[in-house]
């Protein structure tokens, strides 16, 4: 685990000041990770710990002080005496040297310095008994594990379960904290996995930053579906934190503030309420073409995680979905998805689209991610293991529902299907003769199907660029994902925070690639969209342009910053910005350059 990145510290981890009302409280911390998801966030902090139970911050007013440090005092007694009958029932099983185990904890549960920190905090700081145990058993906590003594090392977790016993007694521990909220937070974890993401209320759950994770991880794209402004791979944060307040999560900046100053709250404030403002600017325009200023129409389509998103898709003006990921179906059940489970979740999109064109694309996950049934064994690099297609191809068990679910739903609109990781000749036609058989089944079953299909591929690995024209002559439309394409070309794992830096769609390396692919589909006379995360940046977006793309898909969050981008520039204009990338040599020189002609001619599309 990494040490977070601290950008600003007003005073050492754990020390405290007084407020304006003589109460302990936090100094500032700013803590800086990688920005996957925009927006900025404000509110109280919900903090789990590996267990996923909740460590919840109060100060009581003067006239509770007594009757909470009783509580307190009831919740010792209880956890208390369960542990003198674990001890007893322990040792009469197991022997007195396992008994003895949960003797140790009686001695900590009941060390005087302990009680007298705890009577400290609650009569003097008028914290919740609560907040106390959290705070000081945490601290405890990280202290053991930072000895160079094994033994006493392994002691923290003795410590963490007397304090988890605590806070149940206390009423503060749900064993479902993200199930059972009732107001705006802010959720503070180690990770949280793609599902837990998409379970996400997004009513009460505000923003989110996590200790470990990527910008290209499915938990970054799930929360860009579900606009969570959202920070992740700050590195260890939690167990200095556990008294976090109020805190602010900047998801433009990747940036996470824990008890900000009133200065930096109000700056925030007004920062949220620009961006407030120029969302509304920009919705005046939602239902205009993107069309260049000389021009040149583009489709600008959504990438969807969720059925609900088609709202907003066609609010903010899109031409169609471009890519629907089918993935939540397996990662928000423990089940798996039926064909009507499929069909269900296609038909709603493809109805509400209203004869727009919708891009379906089959399962990308890996065995790894699966949410169900049996799990392949360990890989040791599931990102070059058994995934995508080859996993479909593999567990046609799995594969065949989805595929008769996309052929039945695409009657009922202009639907296309999309194979993932597509990356040898045999790939394709495997995939391609198993929708032919499933088409032939649901002919015989005398269900109504779409016949003439059309089928594309992603193009995300080097070996599929290199020989593009051969798949140029087996499918209907390409669709470069950078996402991946970046991923295999740096050789990156991109939802690995150790090696961010060097994720970089615009890498001149990537850039290449992107250009053969599209110079290739131009000469085939096949139709190619670029639909990975790089084509939600504007300036990056323009850049693509003058590439030669005049498809993009990008999520329903971007829609109105890449159209206000692309209105505001000629194809001419975006031409010379790709012949000047050409010659630079980094991804940075890129990147500076784009933002810098992005704030030449749209300077309110570059915050500040």
Do not use: W
């Not at 389509?301 to 990921?325: K, M, V, W």
């Not at 790894?368 to 046609?396: Q, T, V, W």
């Not at 939600?536 to 990008?554: C, D, F, I, K, T």
């Amino acid at each position: 685990m990494t040490s977070p990145r601290l950008l600003f510290e007003g005073g050492r981890f754990g020390d405290t000041h007084q407020d304006g009302n003589g109460h302990a409280s936090t100094a500032m911390l700013e803590l800086q990770g990688i920005p996957v998801s925009p927006g900025v966030a404000i509110a109280s902090a919900l903090v789990l710990d590996p267990d996923g139970y909740r460590i919840p911050r109060c100060i009581v007013p003067a006239a509770d002080v007594e009757g909470e440090f009783a509580r307190l005092h009831a919740a010792v007694d209880v956890v208390s005496q369960r542990l003198e009958q674990s001890r007893l029932d322990t040792t009469a099983t197991a022997g007195s040297q396992t008994g003895d185990i949960f003797a140790a904890q009686l001695q900590m549960l009941h060390d005087p310095r302990l009680h007298s920190e705890l009577q400290k905090r609650i009569r003097e700081d008028h914290q919740s008994a609560a907040f106390a145990v959290s705070a000081v058993l945490h601290n405890y906590a990280t202290a053991l594990q930072k000895l160079e003594n094994p033994f006493l090392a392994d002691r923290a977790q003795d410590v963490l379960d007397i304090e988890r016993q605590l806070l149940m007694q206390l009423g503060a521990v749900t064993q479902q904290p993200l199930m059972e909220l009732t107001e705006p937070v802010i959720v503070l974890s180690r990770m949280l996995t793609p599902s837990e993401t998409a379970s996400l209320n997004r009513e009460f759950v505000k923003g989110f930053c996590t200790e470990i994770g990527g910008p290209g991880g499915h938990t970054a794209i799930v929360a860009k579906g579900l606009e969570i402004p959202a920070v992740v791979g700050i590195g260890e944060f939690l167990p200095v934190i556990a008294g976090a307040g109020c805190v602010i999560v900047d998801g433009d900046r990747g940036r996470l503030i824990i008890d900000p100053t009133d200065e930096v709250l109000e700056s925030y404030r007004q920062r949220a309420e620009d961006r407030r403002t120029l969302a509304l600017r920009l919705a005046e325009q939602s239902q205009l073409p993107a069309e260049t200023s000389d021009g040149v129409r583009i489709s600008l389509n959504a990438n969807i995680e969720f059925p609900h998103e088609t709202g907003s898709c066609l609010q903010r003006g899109a031409d169609g979905i471009g890519l629907y990921r089918t993935e939540f179906l397996y990662l928000s059940s423990e089940e798996e998805p039926t064909e009507e489970d499929h069909y269900a979740a296609y038909a709603e999109v493809i109805s509400q689209m209203g004869g727009r064109p919708v891009v379906i694309r089959t399962l990308d996950l890996g065995a790894d991610k699966m949410g169900h049934g049996k799990r392949a064994h360990a890989e040791n690099n599931p990102f070059l293991g058994l995934r995508s297609i080859r996993l479909s191809l593999r567990n046609l068990d799995l594969f065949r529902p989805q595929l008769r679910a996309v052929l039945r739903a695409a009657v009922l609109g202009d639907v296309r299907v999309m194979f993932p990781l597509v990356t040898t000749i045999g790939e394709l036609r495997q995939a391609r003769m198993l929708l032919n058989v499933v088409a032939e089944d649901l002919k015989e079953s005398g269900v109504p199907y779409r016949s003439d299909l059309p089928v594309g591929m992603m193009v995300e690995v080097p070996a599929a660029v290199i020989t593009l024209e051969r798949f140029a002559a087996e499918v209907d439309f390409f669709s470069i994902g950078t996402n991946d394409l970046a991923q295999y070309t740096l050789a990156v794992d991109r939802s690995n925070e150790s090696v961010a830096d060097l994720y970089q769609s615009s890498d001149p390396a990537v850039l290449r690639l992107i250009q053969a692919s599209i110079d290739i589909a131009g000469d085939t006379q096949t139709p190619i969209s670029v639909c990975g995360e790089m084509s939600s940046n504007p300036a990056r977006a323009l850049l693509l342009l003058g590439m030669g793309v005049r498809n993009l898909s990008v999520p329903p969050s971007a829609l109105p910053r890449v159209k206000k981008a692309i209105r505001s520039v000629s194809i001419t204009q975006c031409q010379g910005f790709a012949e000047r990338v050409a010659k630079l040599e980094s991804a940075r020189d890129v990147d500076l350059y784009l933002m810098d002609r992005l704030a030449d001619l749209v300077p309110e599309l570059v915050m500040q």
